[in-house]
């Protein structure tokens, strides 16, 4: 993909450019996604432990709690350069449409602050609060983690279907803010992200345990750390595969040529079969397992309904149809994969009230994290590339948007390194949390102290 | 257009928090730097971790919110400045990166030389990145990033006198602001020690930063000579006298050991500075670009507005609780006390 996007680009610049935002948003995706879920999860593992009195459950908030520390923050550094990427990489979107989106961003900050604030006292403050009391502070970081989300994917979700602004003679004018924040494509990209958010941080965590139970941890703490998150995961993957499905009807509604390249379709036609893997040449989809009328069943309810092709657009207008399309295939698995393990761990859960028995289990519950990620990656590849050659859809071309100054491969490369050692410090500290013992004490939680020698890996 | 006068007025007290409370973290970054060896540092750092721990997130956000008001209520502003000066800002935004997350990995490492690594990292970008963030504002209020995307020189219009000034003014002003501020967090905490190291730190500091701004007040007057009209002689010589008068109080009031009343001083200062540098530039953003000119249409400046309002309304309450969380006094040095378990020393 890397090559692909880097040769579409003309212009090295507007190559380092989308290189550089690809990496950064992809990124801070993950840790976004945990800023999210985890003071969930989190809480309810916090409220377990008090409500049972279940010193596992009160070590395992600890834990995720300080976990959650160092996540908080690199997921917050890395979304203030995001910040200024906006500016830095894509001058003309912001000078011109800055004060359409702005609104969202604006009340974006207020959540953050919310979310800072809050999670200030719920990490420092646990020993000088009442249980109770310290439970409720942790209740606005929740609240405020899924605003934050919602704000930021309408501002994303605005670039997909832009409205709330007229143009006249080249300037911005009539901007209704309010409008362009509830575009038609706020409700179903807002509601998908927010429960990947809640998939990637519950898979995440119960993979973490599923390892441990994989090198022979099978006791109650480490059982109730993969049972906790990946009920909550189980939960919310149903619902997250009839929102895609939403998601999907939207795009063929309102995106039609995403779609196309989504599916693979070339040529406009009725009864367009469905393509299952395959990779396009020469304007052809080759090796694909086709199943016949299904595309046009699957977005417009008919066999033979429409679907638009390629052939409609000139191919100036093409996004790179294999990103889009393997990628979109690559979601789409992953997410039923992930269903079928959230259907047996509910149905060993009716049976017997019990995990499955299955030495399986724990290791497809150990690489579900990392499953959700992908799936959450390729779905934006899915969103972002697919709306290419556009920046905003229809409106502003990428490569009139990109800053023309010289230098900004440089700048790529640079940002490259950082975050390559940004990545291997943060596993790195990550595992040293996991590994590391005593769990540090509340005086408030003296049971927790007698638990210290249990490690998570 | 008073919406648009609103927004920039709430802009620049944006910055203000900014630079008063992230820019004491910033400073607090320095004096890790300059804490001497592990074993001989450790006190001083601890009480620096022990002091920004709760707040630095909170603090790092008014950056955000700066940015995203600039994009939002002058968005050609924005565009020109991120595109002429995308090197300092690409710089500290690494900065920012490198700070915080060795902060955060430093808390939970125990071994030294994972504390020492993190910890260089944590210092270092303290002082980097403010003073990019300085040679930003230097260039601004220089006049050196004109209207348009990446219309100025993309090396000059940060490597020049007023930058370079500008950078180190804030390096310095950071600096300064912790050192006060950090005074008073050992005296509650019950060492007294290390509340006089903060106090001489502070005094040498306060009296750098004034040299520093005398000496920047000459730059402007050969490079910026309109800001210097102004500020000598126009509206913002109020704000200038005002900040150089507290300067000066806050010397003495340090020299007497009077640590509360030093932080609302040295706080009128910098302020003082901001504002004065605000008011001297108005209407002018850019050149022969006014804040009329820049301004976003008026229904998305209300609505901004409208919602910052009701933000306020959630945010002030909290904020202050947060800090009240913290400041209470409680008995006893910070290594001694429950919390420090949480910090796995
Ligand atoms: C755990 C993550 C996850 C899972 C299991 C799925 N998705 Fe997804 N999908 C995302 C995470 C995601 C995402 C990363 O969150 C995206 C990117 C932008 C967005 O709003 O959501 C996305 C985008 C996205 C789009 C593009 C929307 C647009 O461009 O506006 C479509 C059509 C789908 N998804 C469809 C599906 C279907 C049919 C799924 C059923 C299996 C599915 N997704 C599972
Ligand atoms: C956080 C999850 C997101 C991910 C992983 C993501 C992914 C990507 C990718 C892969 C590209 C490169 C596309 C290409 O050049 O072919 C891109 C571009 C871009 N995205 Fe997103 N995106 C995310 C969210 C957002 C949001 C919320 C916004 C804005 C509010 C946004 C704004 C942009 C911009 C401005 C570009 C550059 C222009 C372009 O290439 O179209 N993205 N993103
Ligand atoms: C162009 C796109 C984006 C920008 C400019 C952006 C900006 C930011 C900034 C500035 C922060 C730091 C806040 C702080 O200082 O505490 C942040 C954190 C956060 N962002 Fe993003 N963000 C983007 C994409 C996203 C997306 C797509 C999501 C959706 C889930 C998201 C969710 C969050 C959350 C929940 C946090 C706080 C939690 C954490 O830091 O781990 N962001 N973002």
Redesign the pocket.
Known sequence: MIVQVMADSADAGLGAARMQMALSLGWH?VLACLGVGMPAITLIAEWRGHRRGDPHYRLLARRWARAMGVLFAVGAVSGKILSFEMGLLWPRLMGAYGQVIGLPFSLEGIAFFIEAIFLGVYLYAWDRLTPVAHMLSGVPIVVAGVASAFFV?TA??WM?QPTGFRLAGGRVVAVDPWAAMFNP?TP???V??I???F??TG?GIASVYAVAMLRGRRDRYHRAGLLLPLTAAALV?PA??V???W??H??ASN?PV??AA?EGVFHTQRGVPLHVGGIAVDDRMRYALEIPDGLSLLAHFDPDAEIMGLDRVPVADWPPVNVVHLA?QL??????A??ALSAWLALAWIRRRDLPRSPWFPRAAAVSGVA??L??????V???V??QPWIVYRVMRTADAVNPAPGLVWGFVLVSLVYAVLTVATVYVLRLLARDRPVPIAPQEPDVHDETDQRVV | MPLAEVMIGVMWAGLTAYVLFAGADFGGGVWDLLSGGAASGRRRRELIEHSIGPVWEANHVWLIFVIVLMWTGIPGVFAAVASTLYIPLTLAALGIIARGAAFAFRKVSTELWQRRLFGAAFAFSSVATPFFLGTVAGAIASGRVPAGIAAGNVVSSWLNPTSAITGALAVGTAAYLAAVYLTRDAQRAGEDGLAEEFRRRALACGAVVGLLSAAGLLVLRADAPRLFAELTGGRALPLLALSVAAGLVSLALLWRRAYLAVRLTAALAVTGLLWGWGVGQYPDLLPGVTLEDAAATSSVLAATLGALAVGAVLLLPSLWWLYATFQRDRTGPPHERGDSALRNE
């Open positions: 995706i994917v994303n979700a997909q494509a179903p990209q807002t998908h992200m429960l990947a958010a998939m990637v898979f993957t997250q595969i929102v895609g499905d998601a999907a939207f795009v995106q995403k779609l989504m979109f979601m789409v698995g992953l997410g039923f992930l269903l959700a990620v799936a959450l990656e390729a779905g934006w899915v969103t972002e697919g709306r």
